[in-house]
């Protein structure tokens, strides 16, 4: 089992102390400590004042930010969590991941999703009733010019002719894909490496327009349509990664955590396919998130 961490900017307002390039660096190299995997950033360019009074949270540029992790950092691999990628051209984001991988040594891996915000949406110029054919199409073309030379691309929403873009990724980075819906599996199936399902109790499923994932029953069955959709596809089921968060045993970072059912949630997850776990950390201190990540250290990675 790996972790995966996302820097604990998850509030509005936040604590300056996240926000500084020292204060990414010194939670990117505790989390390498620690012995945790991965490390990542929320994107939301444009989310509105209502979007924030009622309970969202400020986000850094994932790609910029990253960037800082990776400078101080040897092994941890960049994950954002998520982009949303019908905010972008695909070439942009293909330029970044791609620089992004070959400046950190091959360590990025793209999780994307669709998004949801539609005011955000608005904000950027993009259409919200377009986003599942943007974020298609943008799959198809990172891709091709992440592999190939003289691309030609003729979509809906992006048209492209002979072009080629150097330099290239360190080695061509794994795309995970976001979302609850089968239709997310569908595409991890035919276009990804990764699911990434998150933890959604039927309001929250309600307000992102996603599946209800409350229970690792529902994850189990989530995880069994899309074995079935990689065999039907033909694609090998034990190269895709599954990130989910572990619902046993607490926060780590609260008094009451319980190591011991937090280890046993770990085993039932690895059972079902699960093979990186997201671990919350705090958001009020730096300190409090290099406290919390010790101590995860010590409880769960070092008794495994």
């Not at 950390?281 to 919390?292: E, F, K, Y």
Request: charged share 20%.
């Amino acid at each position: 089992m790996r972790f995966t961490i996302t820097h604990p900017m998850h509030s509005h307002p936040y604590n300056p102390e996240l926000v500084s390039g020292q204060g990414i660096a010194t939670v990117a190299a505790a989390a390498e400590a620690a012995g945790i995997h991965g490390f990542g950033f929320t994107d939301h360019p444009a989310p509105s004042q209502r979007w924030l009074e009622a309970g969202g949270h400020d986000a850094l540029d994932p790609f910029v930010a990253l960037g800082y992790a990776a400078a101080g950092t040897t092994t941890l691999r960049l994950i954002p969590n998520i982009v949303v990628l019908p905010y972008r051209n695909p070439f942009v984001v293909a330029k970044s991941g791609s620089s992004l991988d070959l400046l950190s040594g091959g360590r990025f891996t793209l999780a994307v999703g669709v998004g949801y915000l539609k005011r955000e949406f608005a904000a950027l110029g993009v259409n919200y009733d377009e986003r599942a054919e943007l974020f298609d199409e943008a799959l198809r073309v990172i891709r091709a010019i992440w592999t190939g030379d003289d691309v030609t691309f003729e979509g809906k929403h992006f048209t492209a002719r002979g072009i080629t873009a150097h330099p290239r990724p360190a080695s061509c980075p794994p795309i995970w894909i976001g979302g609850n819906t089968t239709t997310a599996r569908q595409r991890v199936a035919q276009h990804g490496d990764g699911w990434c399902p998150f933890p959604a109790p039927p309001q929250l499923a309600q307000t992102a327009g996603t599946a209800v994932i409350d229970s690792v029953q529902r994850l189990t069955e989530g995880i069994d349509d899309l074995r079935r959709r990689c065999d039907a596809a033909g694609r090998d089921w034990s190269a895709i990664d599954v990130t989910f968060t572990n619902f046993e045993g607490g926060s780590p970072a609260s008094d009451e955590f319980n190591a011991d059912a937090y280890l046993d949630g770990l085993e039932k997850l690895a059972a079902v396919g699960v093979t990186w776990v997201s671990v919350g950390l705090p958001g009020d201190s730096v300190a409090h998130a290099l406290d919390t990540l010790d101590r995860f250290r010590t409880l769960v990675i070092d008794a495994m």
